[in-house]
C-alpha cells in the first residue's frame, strides 16, 4: 500500500462525491475524472478498479 496511491484514491473519492449527483454534462464529466483518479490509486495499491458508473453507490 502506497501512500500516493491512497492519496489519490481518496482524492478521487471525493471529487466524485461532489459531483455525482449533478444532473449537468460537466457534473458527470468531473464525476467520471474522479472515478478515474480513484482507479488510478486503486491500481497502483494492487486493488481491482471500481468499474461501476459514477453515482450509483457501489
Request: glycine share 14%; net charge positive; proline share 5%.
Amino acid at each position: 500500500m502506497s501512500v500516493e496511491g491512497k492519496a489519490k484514491e481518496a482524492a478521487g473519492f471525493v471529487k466524485e462525491e461532489l459531483y455525482e449527483h449533478g444532473k449537468s454534462p460537466e457534473s458527470q464529466k468531473k464525476a467520471q475524472e474522479g472515478r478515474d483518479l480513484r482507479n488510478e490509486g486503486r491500481v497502483e495499491d494492487g486493488k481491482a478498479p471500481k468499474r461501476t458508473k459514477p453515482g450509483t453507490g457501489q
